[in-house]
């Protein structure tokens, strides 16, 4: 485990909440501060952190390492859900110390027994100031692609897996108390940015991205898991700009942060999307399919980039499975469109100890009749697009 730093960042969650609770303790409005603003409409960039759960610590530790590496000019506004009352609205001020967290409370939500709708009462909240235009978003937190139940990742294949660093943990959207968000709901309350950063597992596949094509420019996400340690902020803080050349760095710097460590934690996978070229893909493969929907798809021989034990259903690399089930023409042309909407992907050579082979940068999960998430998987975007109805039987 963690020793030093893991007392250190408890001491810091223990004063953070003492803090927000004596200055907050007697009021009854959902919004409790609001001040500091300027008469200059700026963009800003939000990191929505959803950590009512085992990622508190490492919540907190992002919101630090955002504090050291902020520059001047930089809007960064942090909503942190991390208790089970109220969630709060930081904007991140400049602090160079490592256990401290000293960023601005400007907001206050009590929450309502749905997250989503609080994080909905923030975006409002932000909207309704008239100063702020959000370039970015980092949605940060549990996930499991578009999957909308889950269970916890405490394993890998049934195994426990540590290091000189203590216990590897997964992250991968939205879990408080075991509420999860789903994405389709998450993807209607957002608004339209520049760029979407998904700090989170498995978010890097078809269905996740084509649900949210519409509201980002770019979108950067993992088709595998991630690790609890997250991006390194500390270093890519800079880079959260609206260029495509500034999120491949932040992409190429997450990748080097990973391949540095000899142990365990040298596991990542990252990919840069243009959301403009999914549309294309999503129509020439739904003139390709020529799958049946009442058969099973060939599994035999498909890279599969769910590492998590109990994920609740599996993800494929995107080449693998086109490769394995359309003819050599069809794949091609597939796998061809599949990279111009990836402008950067890399990862390391093994992810906990599991071999990752021929990665394309996406994912997929495909399910057919007798799955039972077929229908919601039809009511996402992606199902919806890429349907083919199924042959009648004569």
């Known amino acids: 485990m963690i020793k030093i730093k893991n007392r250190l960042f408890l001491f810091l969650l223990v004063l953070f909440f003492l803090s927000s609770s004596c200055l907050f303790s007697c009021r009854k409005e959902k919004v409790i501060v ?168 498995s978010m890097g596949t078809m269905e996740v991205l084509y649900e949210f094509r519409d509201k980002a420019k770019y979108i950067v996400a993992s088709p595998t898991e991630t690790l609890a340690e997250s991006i390194p902020y500390q270093k890519v803080t800079p880079l959260l700009n609206n260029s495509s050349e500034d999120l491949e760095n932040i992409c190429k710097i997450y990748m080097d942060y990973y391949k540095s460590f000899s142990d365990l934690r040298k596991s990542a996978s990252i990919s840069l999307f243009d959301m403009s070229k999914f549309d294309l893909l999503a129509n020439k493969l739904k003139g390709f399919r020529t799958l049946r929907l009442t058969q099973d798809f060939e599994e035999e021989k498909i890279m599969r980039i769910d590492f998590s034990d109990n994920f609740p259903g599996p993800i494929y690399d995107f080449s ?43 994912g997929i999960s495909v399910v057919n009749q007798n799955n039972k998430y077929f229908d919601y998987y039809n009511n996402l975007k992606w199902g919806i697009d890429t349907k083919v109805e199924p042959t009648r039987e004569k």
């Open 34 to 201: 609001d001040g500091g603003f300027n008469d200059i409409r700026e963009e800003i960039v939000l990191f929505v952190i959803e950590s009512n759960n085992s990622l508190k610590y490492e919540s907190f530790q992002t919101v630090n390492r955002l504090e050291k590496s902020v520059v001047v000019g930089q809007n960064i506004l942090v909503y942190i859900n991390s208790a089970n009352d109220r969630s709060f609205l930081l904007k991140v001020k400049k602090d160079n110390n490592d256990y401290i967290i000293n960023s601005d409370t400007i907001a206050m939500f009590y929450k309502s027994n749905d997250n989503i709708g609080t994080i909905s009462e923030c975006l409002k909240w932000i909207k309704d100031k008239d100063k702020w235009d959000i370039s970015g978003l980092i949605l940060w937190s549990h996930g499991t692609s578009w999957y909308p139940d889950t269970t916890s990742n405490q394993s890998l294949y049934g195994k426990k897996f540590f290091s000189d660093h203590g216990e590897i943990k997964l992250k991968s959207f939205g879990d408080d108390r075991g509420e999860k968000i789903d994405v389709k709901r998450l993807a209607s309350i957002i608004p339209k940015v520049n760029f979407l950063i998904f700090d989170a597992c």
């Open 320 to 362: 693998s499975f086109v490769n394995r089930n359309f003819d050599t023409n069809e794949a091609e042309i597939l796998n061809g469109l599949a990279q111009e909407c990836i402008l950067y992907s890399d990862h390391t050579e093994q992810f906990l100890g599991n071999k990752i082979e021929n990665l394309s940068g996406v």
